[in-house]
């Protein structure tokens, strides 16, 4: 099997992996959204990665999707509205036995790939690292964080997992990936939003200290009614915690509705308003929460699914 990381989306974490893998010596190439941005990309001369203020670029390969050549190890690193519909082009592509690494905000688009692909093996990851790019093919890697792996149809630890060791990047194989994967959509969700509608960095959450606790109630509601209690544990003291370990960052949402993308609502606070209503769980400040969004994007001209 080919040992090349092939990865979907040069956005800010996308691109800050696939610098580090590149850094370490391992095969990858990038897989652009069309000829032009190819064009534009080999024009450039690659991706450019900034650490500690010192800059590095990385001449790594780059195709579209048409390109020929079999797939083995895929890192789905598009938004997650993009990422089922990416993937079913790469289909042909993909050899038996492919493994996708899934790298998505939110909960639901990891099933939609893996409908796409039902003869792959599809990795969840759940990632706390910070990067973003300060121009179209230069990423800044703003914060350490941590990744966490897992795959719950598949327990075991794939071939590949020491690549991130050997590239600098940290992480952890997961068996409860999905009780990570909940609890960072309940961060998500307790804080997102609120930075949109109230047009403030995360700690200007901290005056709306009371609304953010409602939220989180119906939360830890939401999450034992899914069958996630630990992801519900101590859920009002962490969302307090990043609040103010990120007081001066500005979340990923506001990011997009700033600079007039759409954003990931469907995947977060619209999956969790879905999940309560199949359960049958009343929750009337998320719900009042997602139409408050909803119609604040539409006032902007953006998307709101």
């Not at 996708?100 to 790939?113: A, C, F, I, P, T």
């Amino acid at each position: 099997m080919s040992s090349t990381w092939h990865i979907l989306g040069a956005g800010s974490l996308g691109s800050l992996w696939a610098c580090r893998l590149a850094r370490a010596g391992k095969p990858v190439r990038l897989i652009l959204r069309d000829q032009q941005r190819l064009v534009d990309y080999q024009r450039g001369g690659g991706l450019a990665l900034v650490e500690h203020d010192n800059l590095r670029q990385y001449a790594i390969p780059a195709e579209t999707a048409n390109a020929n050549g079999p797939i083995h190890r895929l890192l789905v690193a598009c938004k997650a509205y993009d990422a089922a519909p990416a993937v079913a082009q790469l289909a042909p592509r993909l050899a038996l036995g492919a493994e996708l690494v899934l790298l998505q905000n939110g909960l639901g688009s990891q099933d939609e790939v893996a409908e796409q692909v039902p003869h792959a093996r599809c990795v969840f990851a759940s990632s706390t690292e910070g990067a973003f790019r300060e121009d179209a093919w230069q990423v800044r890697f703003a914060g350490h964080g941590f990744n966490w792996l897992g795959d719950p149809a598949n327990p075991s630890v794939p071939s590949w997992f020491a690549d991130l060791h050997d590239a600098g990047i940290p992480a952890q194989w997961a068996l409860d990936i999905p009780t990570r994967l909940w609890r960072k959509l309940a961060l998500n969700c307790a804080i997102n939003p609120l930075t949109v509608l109230h047009d403030c960095q995360n700690g200007g959450l901290l005056g709306h200290l009371a609304e953010v606790e409602q939220l989180c109630d119906e939360l830890v509601g939401l999450l034992r009614r899914c069958g996630q209690p630990d992801a519900a544990t101590d859920l009002h003291e962490d969302v307090q915690r990043v609040i103010v370990a990120t007081a001066a960052n500005y979340s990923s949402m506001y990011q997009d509705v700033r600079h007039g993308r759409r954003t990931e609502v469907h995947y977060l606070l619209g999956h969790a308003c879905r999940a309560a209503s199949r359960h049958g769980l009343a929750v009337p400040h998320l719900e009042r929460l997602q139409q408050r969004l909803v119609d604040n994007l539409r006032s902007r001209g953006l998307r709101s699914d």
